[in-house]
């Protein structure tokens, strides 16, 4: 055995997130790749390998399309670049919504070739079962209410949830079966302040918001949407850079460079050593 102490950061887990219940605002964001995750990881107590890499990575109109194959191969890249936060990774649409069995072998293939530390489900009418089978078998569960962009084909839109009496009772039953089940915590998405509010008081479990109001124990954004990657962005986002158009121009400014021959100058260039004089 070495003799060389090495040092090691401990990563946060599903025990950590949970107890924060009520306390210091927990602060997620979504990865994709290990520079961006490793950027993050200084910042972020969770980090979401959210199946929203086949819209903002892959170019797919929804996340219907998106393979169990994807999301293992950016989990992977995710847990290379972050150290400290949690890696929980979206069972993509199709994985879980079934067969319990199929469920778990699904989900303990994501947590086995990725070595993340949970796993998040769309908490569906049939989830919650689900979730519970597969949290006394070992794995930790994230859950996610409101709108839910696996059923966009269903609900025909990205539409917020909870605006008359009959959803607002879905939506809370649906984060009550969920946190009843045993996930550790619920994603909010696209409800009004007052049912988040609700939801955050009715269940024992954090409550991580997007779209649903400061009234959350948590909020997550996706990553590419708050540093201003694209033209638009949904009405809850604050961007907090304006890489679109920065990289716009950096892209502009090294075109330039290369069609005028200002790129590479001198110092850029490699150049053959002076023979040594005798």
Request: aromatic share 6%; hydrophobic share 40%.
């Amino acid at each position: 055995m070495s003799s060389q102490k090495q040092e090691t950061v401990r990563r946060l887990a599903a025990p950590d997130i949970l107890a924060r219940k009520g306390g210091e605002p927990i602060v997620c964001l979504t990865a994709y790749d290990a520079p961006t995750a490793e950027i993050l990881d200084a910042h972020c107590d969770l980090l979401l390998v959210g199946d929203s890499v086949g819209m903002v990575v892959h170019g797919l109109p929804n996340t219907v399309g998106v393979t169990l194959e994807m999301m293992i191969l950016h989990g992977q890249a995710v847990m290379r670049g972050a150290k400290k936060a949690m890696v929980v990774i979206d069972m993509p649409f199709g994985s879980y919504e079934g067969d319990k069995e199929e469920a778990y072998r699904n989900c303990a293939r994501v947590m086995k070739e990725t070595g993340a530390q949970g796993v998040k489900l769309e908490s569906g009418p049939t989830v919650p079962e689900t979730i519970a089978y597969l949290v006394q078998r070992g794995i930790p569960v994230m859950g996610h209410v409101g709108l839910r962009p696996q059923a966009v084909l269903t609900d025909g839109a990205f539409k917020a949830k909870g605006r008359t009496d009959e959803e607002r009772l879905r939506v809370m039953a649906e984060a009550e079966s969920t946190a009843d089940a045993g996930a550790f915590s619920v994603v909010i998405e696209g409800v009004a302040e007052g049912l988040a509010r609700e939801i955050t008081q009715a269940i024992d479990k954090p409550t991580i918001g997007i779209g649903a109001s400061a009234a959350c124990d948590g909020q997550i954004l996706v990553v590419s949407d708050m540093l201003g990657v694209f033209d638009w962005t949904p009405k809850f986002v604050r961007r907090y850079a304006d890489l679109r158009n920065d990289i716009g121009a950096a892209v502009g400014r090294y075109a330039a460079d290369v069609r005028a021959r200002r790129f590479p100058a001198e110092v850029e260039t490699y150049f053959s050593k002076k023979p040594v004089q005798p």
